[in-house]
Protein backbone atom coordinates (compact mmCIF):
# COMPACT_ATOMS: atom_id res chain seq x y z
CA UNK A 1 0.00 0.00 0.00
CA UNK A 2 1.46 3.55 -0.98
CA UNK A 3 0.42 6.32 1.20
CA UNK A 4 -0.66 9.48 0.15
CA UNK A 5 -0.19 12.74 1.42
CA UNK A 6 -2.35 16.20 0.29
CA UNK A 7 -0.45 19.29 0.02
CA UNK A 8 -1.58 22.66 -0.82
CA UNK A 9 -1.27 22.21 -4.55
CA UNK A 10 -0.69 18.29 -5.38
CA UNK A 11 -0.81 14.96 -4.17
CA UNK A 12 2.45 13.88 -2.97
CA UNK A 13 2.46 9.52 -1.99
CA UNK A 14 4.92 7.07 0.29
CA UNK A 15 6.03 4.57 -0.61
CA UNK A 16 5.49 1.30 0.87
CA UNK A 17 9.59 0.77 2.13
CA UNK A 18 9.11 3.82 3.53
CA UNK A 19 6.12 3.33 5.25
CA UNK A 20 8.05 -0.28 6.57
CA UNK A 21 11.06 1.49 7.51
CA UNK A 22 9.03 3.74 9.78
CA UNK A 23 7.15 1.35 11.52
CA UNK A 24 10.43 -0.97 12.20
CA UNK A 25 12.25 1.95 13.36
CA UNK A 26 9.33 3.17 15.95
CA UNK A 27 8.99 2.22 19.74
CA UNK A 28 5.30 2.73 20.72
CA UNK A 29 6.38 3.33 24.13
CA UNK A 30 8.95 6.26 23.59
CA UNK A 31 6.35 7.77 21.32
CA UNK A 32 3.48 7.57 23.47
CA UNK A 33 5.64 8.77 26.27
CA UNK A 34 5.73 12.36 24.70
CA UNK A 35 2.20 12.58 24.97
CA UNK A 36 1.35 11.10 28.67
CA UNK A 37 3.60 9.43 31.51
CA UNK A 38 3.70 5.93 31.62
CA UNK A 39 4.59 3.43 34.34
CA UNK A 40 6.32 0.02 34.10
CA UNK A 41 3.37 -2.56 34.87
CA UNK A 42 4.93 -6.22 34.80
CA UNK A 43 5.74 -6.43 31.09
CA UNK A 44 3.52 -3.68 29.72
CA UNK A 45 3.29 -0.08 30.70
CA UNK A 46 -0.01 1.69 32.06
CA UNK A 47 -1.49 4.81 32.05
CA UNK A 48 -4.61 7.58 32.15
CA UNK A 49 -5.66 6.96 28.58
CA UNK A 50 -5.26 10.37 26.63
CA UNK A 51 -8.78 9.81 24.83
CA UNK A 52 -11.19 9.76 27.57
CA UNK A 53 -11.43 10.83 30.95
CA UNK A 54 -10.25 8.81 34.25
CA UNK A 55 -8.69 9.03 37.61
CA UNK A 56 -7.70 5.02 37.82
CA UNK A 57 -5.15 4.25 34.75
CA UNK A 58 -6.58 1.64 32.28
CA UNK A 59 -4.36 2.86 29.34
CA UNK A 60 -2.08 -0.37 28.96
CA UNK A 61 1.10 -0.02 25.92
CA UNK A 62 2.94 -3.44 25.41
CA UNK A 63 6.57 -2.50 24.22
CA UNK A 64 7.22 -6.36 23.12
CA UNK A 65 3.82 -6.56 20.79
CA UNK A 66 4.33 -2.70 20.02
CA UNK A 67 0.29 -1.98 20.75
CA UNK A 68 -1.37 0.42 22.58
CA UNK A 69 -5.54 -0.63 24.48
CA UNK A 70 -7.42 1.37 26.78
CA UNK A 71 -9.86 -0.88 28.87
CA UNK A 72 -11.94 1.94 29.70
CA UNK A 73 -12.67 3.30 26.24
CA UNK A 74 -11.57 0.51 23.85
CA UNK A 75 -9.19 2.39 21.55
CA UNK A 76 -6.48 0.21 20.00
CA UNK A 77 -3.88 -0.25 17.79
CA UNK A 78 -0.17 0.59 16.80
CA UNK A 79 1.94 3.89 17.42
CA UNK A 80 0.79 5.22 14.12
CA UNK A 81 -2.64 4.67 14.80
CA UNK A 82 -1.97 6.44 17.95
CA UNK A 83 -0.87 9.41 16.38
CA UNK A 84 -3.61 9.64 13.95
CA UNK A 85 -6.09 9.59 17.05
CA UNK A 86 -4.36 12.10 19.47
CA UNK A 87 -2.79 14.42 16.17
CA UNK A 88 -6.32 14.18 14.46
CA UNK A 89 -4.24 13.21 11.05
CA UNK A 90 -4.58 10.65 8.49
CA UNK A 91 -2.11 7.76 7.95
CA UNK A 92 0.33 9.15 5.47
CA UNK A 93 0.59 12.23 7.32
CA UNK A 94 0.92 9.84 10.86
CA UNK A 95 3.74 8.64 8.95
CA UNK A 96 5.61 11.68 7.96
CA UNK A 97 5.28 13.41 11.42
CA UNK A 98 6.88 9.92 12.93
CA UNK A 99 9.20 9.98 10.31
CA UNK A 100 10.28 14.20 10.84
CA UNK A 101 10.30 13.11 14.18
CA UNK A 102 12.75 10.11 13.78
CA UNK A 103 14.85 11.85 11.18
CA UNK A 104 13.95 9.46 8.27
CA UNK A 105 13.79 11.24 4.92
CA UNK A 106 10.60 11.08 3.44
CA UNK A 107 10.74 9.69 -0.36
CA UNK A 108 7.27 11.86 -1.91
CA UNK A 109 6.60 10.41 -5.06
CA UNK A 110 4.12 10.55 -7.91
CA UNK A 111 2.29 7.30 -7.74
CA UNK A 112 2.60 6.24 -11.25
CA UNK A 113 6.09 7.37 -11.05
CA UNK A 114 7.26 5.00 -7.82
CA UNK A 115 9.60 3.43 -9.33
CA UNK A 116 11.94 2.48 -6.22
CA UNK A 117 8.60 1.17 -4.77
CA UNK A 118 8.76 -0.81 -7.60
CA UNK A 119 12.33 -1.82 -8.08
CA UNK A 120 12.28 -3.12 -4.31
CA UNK A 121 9.48 -5.38 -5.33
CA UNK A 122 11.20 -6.54 -8.49
CA UNK A 123 14.32 -7.47 -6.18
CA UNK A 124 12.46 -9.19 -3.85
CA UNK A 125 10.70 -11.31 -6.83
CA UNK A 126 14.42 -12.06 -8.49
CA UNK A 127 15.94 -12.50 -4.84
CA UNK A 128 12.89 -15.23 -4.26
CA UNK A 129 13.92 -16.88 -7.61
CA UNK A 130 17.44 -17.57 -6.76
CA UNK A 131 16.65 -18.69 -3.80
CA UNK A 132 14.81 -21.48 -5.76
CA UNK A 133 17.41 -22.03 -8.07
CA UNK A 134 19.97 -22.60 -5.39
CA UNK A 135 18.19 -25.06 -3.64
CA UNK A 136 16.88 -26.48 -6.65
CA UNK A 137 21.05 -27.22 -7.17
CA UNK A 138 21.23 -28.48 -3.76
CA UNK A 139 18.83 -31.04 -3.41
CA UNK A 140 20.33 -32.71 -7.18
CA UNK A 141 24.20 -31.99 -5.89
CA UNK A 142 25.63 -35.23 -3.45
CA UNK A 143 29.13 -33.45 -2.76
CA UNK A 144 26.83 -30.01 -1.28
CA UNK A 145 24.29 -32.54 0.41
CA UNK A 146 26.83 -34.86 1.84
CA UNK A 147 28.55 -31.88 3.63
CA UNK A 148 25.53 -30.52 5.51
CA UNK A 149 24.71 -33.79 6.12
CA UNK A 150 28.37 -34.09 7.48
CA UNK A 151 27.67 -31.21 9.74
CA UNK A 152 24.38 -32.88 11.53
CA UNK A 153 22.03 -30.76 9.41
CA UNK A 154 19.40 -32.82 8.19
CA UNK A 155 16.73 -32.36 5.01
CA UNK A 156 14.06 -31.28 7.50
CA UNK A 157 16.47 -27.94 8.44
CA UNK A 158 17.88 -27.41 5.38
CA UNK A 159 14.02 -26.96 4.03
CA UNK A 160 13.34 -25.03 6.87
CA UNK A 161 15.99 -22.43 6.39
CA UNK A 162 16.14 -22.71 2.23
CA UNK A 163 19.57 -23.53 2.20
CA UNK A 164 20.72 -24.17 -1.17
CA UNK A 165 23.67 -24.21 -3.71
CA UNK A 166 25.74 -21.93 -6.21
CA UNK A 167 26.52 -24.54 -9.50
CA UNK A 168 30.36 -24.36 -9.97
CA UNK A 169 29.35 -22.99 -13.24
CA UNK A 170 30.32 -18.88 -14.01
CA UNK A 171 26.87 -18.15 -15.44
CA UNK A 172 24.26 -20.77 -14.39
CA UNK A 173 22.26 -18.44 -12.40
CA UNK A 174 22.50 -15.17 -14.76
CA UNK A 175 21.65 -17.74 -17.61
CA UNK A 176 18.56 -19.18 -15.32
CA UNK A 177 17.02 -15.54 -14.35
CA UNK A 178 17.27 -14.56 -18.11
CA UNK A 179 15.13 -16.94 -18.77
CA UNK A 180 12.73 -15.76 -16.44
CA UNK A 181 12.03 -12.61 -18.18
CA UNK A 182 15.13 -10.62 -15.29
CA UNK A 183 17.12 -7.79 -16.94
CA UNK A 184 20.72 -7.70 -16.92
CA UNK A 185 21.24 -4.51 -14.86
CA UNK A 186 18.41 -5.16 -12.35
CA UNK A 187 20.18 -8.54 -11.44
CA UNK A 188 23.59 -7.30 -11.04
CA UNK A 189 22.14 -4.28 -8.65
CA UNK A 190 21.16 -7.24 -6.00
CA UNK A 191 24.76 -8.36 -6.42
CA UNK A 192 23.60 -11.56 -7.47
CA UNK A 193 26.07 -10.99 -10.86
CA UNK A 194 29.46 -8.70 -11.83
CA UNK A 195 30.06 -7.60 -15.18
CA UNK A 196 32.98 -8.58 -17.09
CA UNK A 197 35.60 -6.01 -17.54
CA UNK A 198 37.03 -7.20 -20.66
CA UNK A 199 33.52 -7.65 -22.49
CA UNK A 200 29.68 -6.93 -22.30
CA UNK A 201 29.21 -10.52 -20.06
CA UNK A 202 28.15 -11.12 -16.60
CA UNK A 203 29.14 -13.80 -14.27
CA UNK A 204 27.79 -15.64 -11.49
CA UNK A 205 29.25 -13.88 -7.91
CA UNK A 206 28.27 -17.07 -6.24
CA UNK A 207 29.74 -20.33 -7.44
CA UNK A 208 30.65 -23.39 -6.16
CA UNK A 209 29.40 -22.11 -2.32
CA UNK A 210 26.93 -23.22 0.53
CA UNK A 211 23.87 -20.87 -0.18
CA UNK A 212 22.02 -19.25 2.60
CA UNK A 213 19.68 -16.74 1.92
CA UNK A 214 19.13 -13.98 4.09
CA UNK A 215 15.13 -13.59 5.04
CA UNK A 216 13.62 -10.93 6.91
CA UNK A 217 10.33 -10.82 9.47
CA UNK A 218 8.24 -10.50 6.45
CA UNK A 219 9.05 -13.82 4.65
CA UNK A 220 11.14 -11.77 1.89
CA UNK A 221 14.25 -12.77 0.60
CA UNK A 222 16.14 -10.00 0.81
CA UNK A 223 20.38 -11.03 0.53
CA UNK A 224 22.69 -14.56 0.69
CA UNK A 225 25.19 -15.32 2.04
CA UNK A 226 27.59 -17.89 0.28
CA UNK A 227 30.53 -20.88 1.96
CA UNK A 228 32.71 -22.78 0.51
CA UNK A 229 33.37 -26.41 1.27
CA UNK A 230 37.10 -26.39 0.11
CA UNK A 231 40.22 -24.43 0.58
CA UNK A 232 38.81 -21.85 -1.76
CA UNK A 233 39.43 -17.99 -0.75
CA UNK A 234 37.46 -16.35 0.82
CA UNK A 235 35.84 -18.48 2.97
CA UNK A 236 32.64 -16.16 2.96
CA UNK A 237 30.89 -14.00 0.44
CA UNK A 238 27.82 -12.31 1.44
CA UNK A 239 25.60 -9.89 -0.84
CA UNK A 240 26.48 -6.25 -1.16
CA UNK A 241 24.30 -3.62 0.21
CA UNK A 242 21.25 -3.37 -2.02
CA UNK A 243 17.88 -1.54 -2.08
CA UNK A 244 16.19 -4.69 -0.35
CA UNK A 245 19.39 -5.51 2.16
CA UNK A 246 21.02 -3.22 4.73
CA UNK A 247 23.68 -5.68 7.05
CA UNK A 248 23.77 -3.40 9.73
CA UNK A 249 19.90 -3.29 10.16
CA UNK A 250 18.72 -7.48 9.90
CA UNK A 251 19.93 -10.61 12.13
CA UNK A 252 20.19 -14.00 10.11
CA UNK A 253 17.53 -16.33 11.41
CA UNK A 254 15.45 -13.23 13.16
CA UNK A 255 12.37 -14.92 10.69
CA UNK A 256 12.46 -18.12 12.18
CA UNK A 257 13.03 -17.07 15.91
CA UNK A 258 10.28 -14.48 15.22
CA UNK A 259 8.13 -17.62 13.94
CA UNK A 260 8.96 -20.25 16.83
CA UNK A 261 10.85 -19.00 19.61
CA UNK A 262 9.15 -17.40 22.99
CA UNK A 263 11.49 -14.50 23.01
CA UNK A 264 11.97 -15.32 26.52
CA UNK A 265 15.78 -15.76 25.16
CA UNK A 266 18.08 -14.79 22.46
CA UNK A 267 21.48 -16.42 21.61
CA UNK A 268 23.39 -13.64 19.59
CA UNK A 269 26.32 -15.78 17.47
CA UNK A 270 28.60 -15.11 14.49
CA UNK A 271 27.86 -17.51 11.89
CA UNK A 272 24.87 -18.50 9.58
CA UNK A 273 26.61 -22.09 10.92
CA UNK A 274 26.25 -21.41 14.08
CA UNK A 275 22.09 -20.60 13.94
CA UNK A 276 21.46 -24.04 11.90
CA UNK A 277 23.46 -25.86 14.53
CA UNK A 278 21.68 -24.56 17.37
CA UNK A 279 18.44 -24.56 15.85
CA UNK A 280 18.90 -28.15 14.96
CA UNK A 281 19.41 -28.95 18.05
CA UNK A 282 16.47 -27.51 19.26
CA UNK A 283 17.48 -23.96 20.25
CA UNK A 284 15.56 -22.04 17.92
CA UNK A 285 16.06 -18.89 19.92
CA UNK A 286 19.55 -18.22 18.05
CA UNK A 287 20.60 -15.39 15.81
CA UNK A 288 23.96 -14.08 13.64
CA UNK A 289 24.94 -10.41 13.01
CA UNK A 290 25.67 -11.52 9.59
CA UNK A 291 29.56 -11.18 9.81
CA UNK A 292 29.40 -7.58 11.17
CA UNK A 293 29.71 -5.89 14.70
CA UNK A 294 26.87 -5.72 16.21
CA UNK A 295 25.27 -2.18 15.05
CA UNK A 296 23.01 -0.13 17.38
CA UNK A 297 20.26 -1.35 14.95
CA UNK A 298 20.55 -4.63 15.55
CA UNK A 299 21.17 -4.30 18.96
CA UNK A 300 17.12 -2.78 19.33
CA UNK A 301 16.22 -5.17 17.49
CA UNK A 302 17.85 -8.20 19.94
CA UNK A 303 15.79 -5.56 22.92
CA UNK A 304 12.82 -5.49 20.75
CA UNK A 305 12.66 -9.84 19.84
CA UNK A 306 14.05 -11.27 23.42
CA UNK A 307 14.12 -10.66 27.07
CA UNK A 308 17.36 -12.16 27.70
CA UNK A 309 20.23 -11.37 25.51
CA UNK A 310 23.24 -14.09 25.32
CA UNK A 311 26.22 -13.74 23.51
CA UNK A 312 28.41 -16.60 22.12
CA UNK A 313 30.99 -15.39 19.99
CA UNK A 314 34.12 -17.21 18.44
CA UNK A 315 36.74 -17.49 20.94
CA UNK A 316 39.47 -16.59 18.68
CA UNK A 317 40.67 -12.74 19.34
CA UNK A 318 38.76 -11.55 16.68
CA UNK A 319 35.73 -12.96 18.54
CA UNK A 320 36.85 -11.49 22.03
CA UNK A 321 37.10 -7.96 20.15
CA UNK A 322 33.34 -8.43 19.01
CA UNK A 323 32.12 -9.58 21.92
CA UNK A 324 33.07 -6.83 24.23
CA UNK A 325 32.04 -4.32 21.14
CA UNK A 326 28.50 -6.06 21.41
CA UNK A 327 28.49 -5.48 24.90
CA UNK A 328 28.78 -2.49 24.84
CA UNK A 329 26.28 -1.95 22.44
CA UNK A 330 23.33 -3.58 24.27
CA UNK A 331 24.86 -1.38 27.77
CA UNK A 332 23.73 1.44 25.36
CA UNK A 333 20.37 0.27 24.93
CA UNK A 334 19.71 -0.53 28.49
CA UNK A 335 20.41 -4.19 27.74
CA UNK A 336 22.59 -6.53 30.18
CA UNK A 337 23.77 -9.77 28.34
CA UNK A 338 25.59 -12.48 29.64
CA UNK A 339 28.03 -13.93 27.92
CA UNK A 340 28.11 -18.00 27.27
CA UNK A 341 31.58 -19.84 27.69
CA UNK A 342 32.71 -22.66 25.35
CA UNK A 343 35.93 -23.48 26.88
CA UNK A 344 38.29 -24.97 24.54
CA UNK A 345 35.39 -25.27 21.50
CA UNK A 346 35.79 -22.47 18.56
CA UNK A 347 32.07 -22.18 18.29
CA UNK A 348 28.62 -23.36 19.20
CA UNK A 349 28.96 -25.43 15.71
CA UNK A 350 32.37 -26.89 17.20
CA UNK A 351 30.77 -27.53 20.81
CA UNK A 352 27.50 -29.25 19.37
CA UNK A 353 29.36 -31.59 17.17
CA UNK A 354 30.87 -33.08 20.22
CA UNK A 355 28.14 -32.42 23.45
CA UNK A 356 24.24 -32.49 23.39
CA UNK A 357 21.84 -29.66 23.88
CA UNK A 358 21.96 -30.60 27.58
CA UNK A 359 25.70 -29.57 27.54
CA UNK A 360 24.75 -26.41 25.66
CA UNK A 361 22.27 -25.28 27.83
CA UNK A 362 24.42 -26.16 31.25
CA UNK A 363 27.01 -23.90 29.40
CA UNK A 364 24.06 -21.36 29.21
CA UNK A 365 23.09 -21.18 32.77
CA UNK A 366 26.83 -20.60 33.70
CA UNK A 367 26.85 -17.35 31.34
CA UNK A 368 28.43 -14.95 33.09
CA UNK A 369 27.54 -11.14 33.41
CA UNK A 370 29.44 -8.90 31.07
CA UNK A 371 31.52 -7.90 34.17
CA UNK A 372 32.55 -10.92 35.07
CA UNK A 373 33.50 -11.79 31.13
CA UNK A 374 35.95 -9.05 31.38
CA UNK A 375 37.57 -9.99 34.45
CA UNK A 376 37.95 -13.64 32.96
CA UNK A 377 39.14 -12.49 29.79
CA UNK A 378 41.62 -9.98 31.56
CA UNK A 379 43.06 -13.12 34.21
CA UNK A 380 43.75 -14.95 30.43
CA UNK A 381 45.52 -12.04 29.10
CA UNK A 382 47.93 -11.41 32.14
CA UNK A 383 50.57 -13.21 33.95
CA UNK A 384 48.93 -12.87 37.24
CA UNK A 385 52.06 -15.20 38.44
CA UNK A 386 54.27 -12.30 38.14
CA UNK A 387 54.04 -9.13 40.04
CA UNK A 388 53.40 -6.79 36.37
CA UNK A 389 50.57 -9.32 35.04
CA UNK A 390 48.73 -8.61 38.69
CA UNK A 391 49.15 -4.87 38.27
CA UNK A 392 47.99 -4.33 35.13
CA UNK A 393 44.97 -7.38 35.37
CA UNK A 394 44.16 -5.00 38.47
CA UNK A 395 44.37 -1.68 36.70
CA UNK A 396 42.32 -2.85 33.94
CA UNK A 397 39.92 -4.21 36.29
CA UNK A 398 39.73 -1.17 38.16
CA UNK A 399 38.81 0.86 35.20
CA UNK A 400 35.74 -1.40 33.99
CA UNK A 401 34.41 -1.60 38.18
CA UNK A 402 34.53 2.35 37.87
CA UNK A 403 31.81 2.28 35.05
CA UNK A 404 29.32 0.23 37.28
CA UNK A 405 26.59 2.44 38.49
CA UNK A 406 25.69 1.10 41.54
CA UNK A 407 27.97 1.41 44.82
CA UNK A 408 27.34 -1.87 46.25
CA UNK A 409 28.34 -3.57 42.89
CA UNK A 410 31.83 -1.52 43.12
CA UNK A 411 32.21 -2.91 47.06
CA UNK A 412 31.72 -6.15 46.23
CA UNK A 413 34.07 -6.21 42.54
CA UNK A 414 36.67 -4.74 44.70
CA UNK A 415 36.59 -7.07 47.66
CA UNK A 416 36.55 -10.03 44.95
CA UNK A 417 39.29 -8.64 43.00
CA UNK A 418 41.92 -7.45 46.33
CA UNK A 419 40.95 -11.27 47.68
CA UNK A 420 42.02 -12.78 44.09
CA UNK A 421 45.21 -10.97 43.60
CA UNK A 422 45.88 -9.90 47.32
CA UNK A 423 46.51 -6.42 47.00
CA UNK A 424 44.65 -4.11 49.82
CA UNK A 425 40.98 -2.82 48.82
CA UNK A 426 42.12 0.88 49.57
CA UNK A 427 45.07 0.60 46.59
CA UNK A 428 42.25 -0.57 44.29
CA UNK A 429 39.81 1.74 45.89
CA UNK A 430 42.51 4.82 45.16
CA UNK A 431 42.86 3.89 41.64
CA UNK A 432 39.38 3.73 40.78
CA UNK A 433 38.34 6.54 42.84
CA UNK A 434 41.72 8.70 43.03
CA UNK A 435 42.75 10.02 46.40
CA UNK A 436 39.08 11.50 47.22
CA UNK A 437 37.64 8.59 49.00
CA UNK A 438 37.90 8.03 52.46
CA UNK A 439 38.98 5.55 54.02
CA UNK A 440 37.89 4.96 57.99
CA UNK A 441 40.85 3.97 59.84
CA UNK A 442 39.93 0.37 61.37
CA UNK A 443 40.63 -0.19 57.70
CA UNK A 444 37.10 -1.39 56.83
CA UNK A 445 35.51 0.10 53.97
CA UNK A 446 32.44 0.68 55.37
CA UNK A 447 30.00 3.23 53.50
CA UNK A 448 26.43 2.51 54.48
CA UNK A 449 25.10 4.87 52.75
CA UNK A 450 26.26 2.87 49.94
CA UNK A 451 23.08 0.85 51.03
CA UNK A 452 19.93 3.34 49.41
CA UNK A 453 16.77 2.58 51.18
CA UNK A 454 13.56 1.14 49.85
CA UNK A 455 10.15 2.25 50.43
CA UNK A 456 8.82 0.01 52.70
CA UNK A 457 4.93 -1.63 53.19
CA UNK A 458 3.77 -1.88 57.43
CA UNK A 459 2.78 -5.07 58.28
CA UNK A 460 -1.12 -3.81 58.11
CA UNK A 461 -0.48 -3.02 54.13
CA UNK A 462 0.69 -6.21 53.57
CA UNK A 463 -1.97 -8.21 55.33
CA UNK A 464 -4.48 -5.89 53.98
CA UNK A 465 -2.97 -7.09 50.52
CA UNK A 466 -3.76 -10.34 51.22
CA UNK A 467 -6.91 -9.86 52.67
CA UNK A 468 -7.69 -7.92 49.00
CA UNK A 469 -6.45 -11.10 47.09
CA UNK A 470 -8.50 -13.54 49.20
CA UNK A 471 -11.31 -11.59 48.37
CA UNK A 472 -11.18 -11.90 44.92
CA UNK A 473 -10.37 -15.79 44.69
CA UNK A 474 -13.68 -16.30 46.54
CA UNK A 475 -15.40 -13.57 43.83
CA UNK A 476 -14.41 -15.48 40.79
CA UNK A 477 -12.65 -18.59 39.70
CA UNK A 478 -11.19 -16.75 37.02
CA UNK A 479 -9.25 -14.22 39.70
CA UNK A 480 -8.46 -17.50 41.95
CA UNK A 481 -6.59 -18.87 39.15
CA UNK A 482 -4.69 -15.79 37.98
CA UNK A 483 -3.75 -15.13 41.40
CA UNK A 484 -3.10 -18.69 41.88
CA UNK A 485 -0.09 -18.24 39.29
CA UNK A 486 1.41 -15.73 40.13
CA UNK A 487 1.77 -16.32 44.12
CA UNK A 488 2.27 -19.42 45.97
CA UNK A 489 0.21 -20.59 49.13
CA UNK A 490 4.07 -19.76 50.86
CA UNK A 491 3.95 -16.86 49.95
CA UNK A 492 1.06 -15.37 52.19
CA UNK A 493 2.13 -14.95 55.46
CA UNK A 494 -0.93 -14.54 57.58
CA UNK A 495 -2.14 -17.89 58.92
CA UNK A 496 -5.51 -17.26 58.60
CA UNK A 497 -5.40 -16.17 55.18
CA UNK A 498 -2.93 -19.32 54.05
CA UNK A 499 -5.94 -21.87 55.65
CA UNK A 500 -8.57 -19.35 53.76
CA UNK A 501 -7.00 -19.84 50.89
CA UNK A 502 -6.35 -23.64 51.34
CA UNK A 503 -10.24 -24.33 51.72
CA UNK A 504 -10.73 -22.26 48.43
CA UNK A 505 -8.72 -24.45 46.72
CA UNK A 506 -10.58 -27.82 47.83
CA UNK A 507 -13.91 -26.06 47.42
CA UNK A 508 -13.25 -24.37 43.68
CA UNK A 509 -11.99 -27.92 42.74
CA UNK A 510 -15.60 -29.28 43.53
CA UNK A 511 -17.65 -26.31 42.52
CA UNK A 512 -17.30 -22.91 40.24
CA UNK A 513 -18.78 -20.88 42.67
CA UNK A 514 -17.90 -20.82 46.59
CA UNK A 515 -20.15 -20.06 49.55
CA UNK A 516 -18.58 -17.70 51.71
CA UNK A 517 -20.42 -18.29 54.56
CA UNK A 518 -20.15 -22.00 54.50
CA UNK A 519 -15.83 -21.12 54.05
CA UNK A 520 -15.46 -18.93 56.79
CA UNK A 521 -17.70 -21.78 58.95
CA UNK A 522 -15.23 -24.44 57.50
CA UNK A 523 -11.84 -21.66 58.78
CA UNK A 524 -12.99 -21.20 61.85
CA UNK A 525 -13.10 -25.24 62.57
CA UNK A 526 -9.28 -25.14 62.08
CA UNK A 527 -7.68 -24.90 65.21
CA UNK A 528 -5.35 -21.47 65.75
CA UNK A 529 -7.59 -19.12 63.86
CA UNK A 530 -8.11 -16.25 64.81
CA UNK A 531 -11.77 -15.67 64.55
CA UNK A 532 -11.25 -11.99 64.68
CA UNK A 533 -9.33 -11.19 61.74
CA UNK A 534 -11.73 -14.10 60.05
CA UNK A 535 -14.55 -11.54 60.20
CA UNK A 536 -12.56 -8.66 58.94
CA UNK A 537 -12.06 -10.55 55.47
CA UNK A 538 -15.88 -11.57 55.88
CA UNK A 539 -16.57 -7.85 56.05
CA UNK A 540 -14.05 -6.77 53.82
CA UNK A 541 -15.25 -4.89 50.63
CA UNK A 542 -13.40 -4.41 47.63
CA UNK A 543 -14.50 -1.72 44.73
CA UNK A 544 -13.26 -2.17 41.36
CA UNK A 545 -13.95 -2.00 37.80
CA UNK A 546 -14.04 -5.22 35.77
CA UNK A 547 -11.64 -3.52 33.05
CA UNK A 548 -9.27 -2.69 36.04
CA UNK A 549 -9.41 -6.08 38.12
CA UNK A 550 -5.43 -7.18 35.96
CA UNK A 551 -3.41 -4.11 37.01
CA UNK A 552 -5.48 -4.13 40.73
CA UNK A 553 -4.37 -7.66 41.12
CA UNK A 554 -0.54 -7.09 39.87
CA UNK A 555 -0.49 -4.26 42.71
CA UNK A 556 -1.70 -6.58 45.01
CA UNK A 557 0.54 -9.06 44.46
CA UNK A 558 3.65 -6.18 43.72
CA UNK A 559 3.00 -5.42 47.92
CA UNK A 560 3.15 -9.42 49.00
CA UNK A 561 6.06 -9.35 47.05
CA UNK A 562 7.47 -6.60 48.05
CA UNK A 563 7.02 -6.81 51.98
CA UNK A 564 8.15 -10.28 51.72
CA UNK A 565 11.64 -9.35 50.19
CA UNK A 566 11.82 -6.66 52.41
CA UNK A 567 12.03 -8.61 55.73
CA UNK A 568 14.42 -10.69 54.00
CA UNK A 569 16.48 -7.66 53.17
CA UNK A 570 16.46 -5.98 56.58
CA UNK A 571 17.50 -9.53 58.10
CA UNK A 572 20.33 -9.41 55.35
CA UNK A 573 21.77 -6.08 56.13
CA UNK A 574 21.63 -6.72 59.77
CA UNK A 575 24.07 -9.66 59.27
CA UNK A 576 25.89 -7.42 56.83
CA UNK A 577 26.43 -4.50 59.63
CA UNK A 578 27.83 -8.06 62.07
CA UNK A 579 30.71 -8.57 60.10
CA UNK A 580 31.11 -5.06 59.07
CA UNK A 581 32.08 -4.30 63.11
CA UNK A 582 34.64 -7.18 63.40
CA UNK A 583 38.15 -5.67 62.60
CA UNK A 584 39.61 -8.87 61.77
CA UNK A 585 37.22 -11.21 59.40
CA UNK A 586 38.40 -14.42 58.93
CA UNK A 587 38.49 -16.43 55.96
CA UNK A 588 35.07 -17.94 56.39
CA UNK A 589 34.01 -14.56 57.30
CA UNK A 590 35.26 -12.69 54.67
CA UNK A 591 33.82 -15.48 51.85
CA UNK A 592 30.75 -14.79 53.93
CA UNK A 593 30.42 -11.00 53.98
CA UNK A 594 30.92 -11.11 50.28
CA UNK A 595 27.93 -13.78 49.49
CA UNK A 596 25.40 -11.50 51.66
CA UNK A 597 26.50 -8.63 49.94
CA UNK A 598 25.88 -9.90 46.43
CA UNK A 599 22.52 -11.31 47.96
CA UNK A 600 21.81 -7.71 49.15
CA UNK A 601 22.31 -6.47 45.43
CA UNK A 602 20.43 -9.20 44.30
CA UNK A 603 17.77 -8.60 46.85
CA UNK A 604 17.90 -4.59 45.87
CA UNK A 605 17.59 -5.25 42.65
CA UNK A 606 14.53 -7.54 42.39
CA UNK A 607 12.42 -4.74 44.98
CA UNK A 608 13.50 -2.01 42.42
CA UNK A 609 12.54 -3.82 39.77
CA UNK A 610 8.72 -4.81 41.26
CA UNK A 611 9.10 -1.01 42.50
CA UNK A 612 9.62 0.30 38.92
CA UNK A 613 7.12 -2.41 37.43
CA UNK A 614 4.83 -0.77 40.01
CA UNK A 615 5.36 2.61 39.13
CA UNK A 616 6.77 3.78 42.57
Same mark, same amino acid.
Given at each position: ??????????????????????? =????? !??????????????????????????????????????????????????????????? $???????????????????????????????????????????????? %????????????????????????????????????????????????????????????????????? +??????????????????????????????????????????????????????????????????????????????????????????????????????????? /?????????????????????????????????? #????????????????????????????????? +????????????????? *????????? &????????????????????????????????????????????????????????????? *????? &??????? =?????????? %?????????????????????????????????????? !????????????? *???????????????????? #????????????? !?? &?????????? $????????????? /???????? +????????????
Amino acid at each position: MVGEILGDNMTLFINDETIEKVR =DTLDI !VNVISDYISLKKSGSNYVGLCPFHNEKTPSFTVSEQKQYFHCFGCGEGGDAVTFIMKRE $NLGFPEAIKYLADKMGIAIEEIEPKNDKISQERNRGYEINKEAARFFY %SNLTKNKNALNYLYKRNIPDKIIKQFGLGYSLDKWDALYNHLKTKGYRSEEIEKLGLIGKKSSSEGYFD +KFRDRIIFPIIDVKGRVIGFGGRVFNNTMPKYLNSKETLVFNKGTNLYGLNLLNKFSDRKRIVLVEGYIDVISLFSKGINYAVASLGTALTDKQAKLLKRYGENIYI /CYDTDQAGINATNKAIQMLLNEDVDPKIILLGDY #KDPDDFLKENSLSDFETKLNEALNHIDYRIYIN +KQKYNLSEAEGKIKFTI *EIAKIIKTL &KSPIEKDVYINKISKDMNISKEAIQKEIFGNTIRIPSNNNFKERQLISPIKTFLPSGSLTA *EIDLI &KLMIFDK =DYFEIISKEV %SLEEFENHECRELLKIIKELYEEDETIDEDFLYKKVKE !VSDINNQLIDRVS *ERRINFLPENIEQMIRDLIS #KLKISKLESKRNT !VK &KEIEVLEMKD $NRNSDEEDEFLKL /CIELINLN +KELNLIRHEEGR
